[in-house]
């Protein structure tokens, strides 16, 4: 039995259902698609960009969760990870096995996962422990 994520929250007064929002920034368009059929799933509303600068202004919208892709131009999904626990907000970085930049995402507090072996069920789990009730 496939336990579904809880990512529908209560309105402010219990009125309204709404989901919620993660926003995934990644270049790789096989892996963008990947997460958000996987998101939508999972009852979440993700929102998709592909650079770094469309993600930074898109933390301001104050989503549940970012998922961003390590390789990100001038930029990477470190420095999203980093801009986005400033403002309270978990973050998950997406790349290639590598010990030194899995050790620099759990220095700013995010996790790390290898996009290449990724399985659903481990993406639902980590949304389970990570994503938070809506902000008012």
Excluded at 106 to 120: I, M, N, Q
């Amino acid at each position: 039995m496939t336990r579904r994520v809880n990512c529908v929250t209560r309105g402010v007064r219990g009125s309204t259902d709404q989901l919620q929002k993660v926003l995934v920034v990644a270049q790789d368009t096989q892996l963008a698609m990947t997460l958000v059929s996987w998101l939508r799933e999972s009852g979440c509303e993700p929102s998709l960009t592909t650079s770094f600068s469309a993600g930074r202004d898109q933390l301001d919208a104050r989503p549940a969760m970012v998922m961003a892709q390590v390789r990100l131009g001038a930029y990477n999904g470190l420095h999203l990870a980093l801009r986005a626990r400033a403002k309270g907000i978990p973050a998950i970085v997406l790349g290639d096995a590598d010990p030194a930049t899995e050790r620099e995402a759990r220095e700013v507090g995010a996790a790390y996962l290898s996009p290449f072996d990724l399985e659903k069920a481990e993406l639902q789990s980590l949304l389970r422990a990570t994503v938070t009730p809506l902000r008012d």
